[in-house]
């Protein structure tokens, strides 16, 4: 079973600071995605990463896959990056290639 | 909208009362996820599809619940007999299948809420 855990489970920052969340997992994987989910509950994809780092705009995804870990960094953050911030890795296990979720990390950004 | 479509975006329902869900994925995508969202929890797997084979199902998955893709394009999502701990936000996700990774595209979500 892989579990994913996520670190912090919540956060407040003010503007401008740098932020990151950490996703950690418990075995190998083909892909994480960083997703985020706002009041009202829409999931946007941010970044799907197989290897490396993934930049957009000022939001930063880096994964490690010898050490099962992604960290997602926002830079200069501003009160509309408020939302929560979940990580899911895709595995494929006995039954097929499947999803499971991180707990979440929910961000405030105070103006 | 070429993005993955979920209806009604809201349901509130009477306890007992049968409910039912609609997601239509991207039109390319053969693989449709359904997920469950309870309030402060990451989403949990449900059932998936490819086409119209499901090919997996959740043990959280009730025999209240039911999944349907008939023709390989929108999917339902039946609850019957609802109960309060039904409440929650379903998602849905499509994707294309490949040999390594999958990119799954997201719906709104359909919040459900039993009283």
């Known amino acids: 079973k892989n579990e994913v855990e996520q670190s912090p489970q919540n956060l407040t920052a003010q503007e401008g600071e740098f932020i990151t969340i950490n996703c950690s997992y418990s075995?190998?994987?083909?892909?994480l995605h960083w997703l985020q989910q706002h009041p009202g509950g829409g999931i946007v994809s941010l970044f799907m990463l197989s290897s490396g780092k993934k930049k957009h705009g000022r939001l930063i995804a880096t994964i490690n896959i010898q050490e099962k870990h992604s960290s997602l960094h926002i830079t200069a953050s501003h009160p509309r990056d408020s939302a929560v911030y979940i990580c899911?890795?895709?595995?494929?296990?006995?039954?097929?290639?499947?999803?499971?979720f991180g707990p979440g990390t929910r961000l405030s950004v105070l103006p | 909208d070429t993005g993955v479509s979920q209806n009604p975006r809201h349901k509130i329902t009477k306890r007992g009362q049968n409910v039912t869900f609609r997601c239509d994925p991207i039109s390319e995508h053969n693989r449709l996820y359904w997920y469950r969202q309870t309030l402060g929890q990451g989403p949990e797997f449900l059932t998936y599809f490819q086409n119209e084979a499901q090919l997996e199902k959740s043990r959280l998955l009730s025999d209240r619940f039911s999944a349907e893709r008939p023709k390989g394009s929108f999917s339902t999502l039946e609850i019957q007999r609802t109960e309060q701990g039904d409440s929650a936000m379903y998602l849905c996700?499509?994707?294309?299948?490949?040999?390594?990774?999958?990119?799954?595209?997201f719906g709104q979500g359909t919040r459900l809420t039993v009283v």
């Open positions: 899911a890795v895709l595995f494929r296990d006995n039954y097929g290639q499947n999803f499971v």
């Open positions: 075995v190998g994987i083909s892909a």
């Open positions: 996700a499509s994707s294309l299948p490949s040999g390594g990774w999958t990119e799954a595209f």
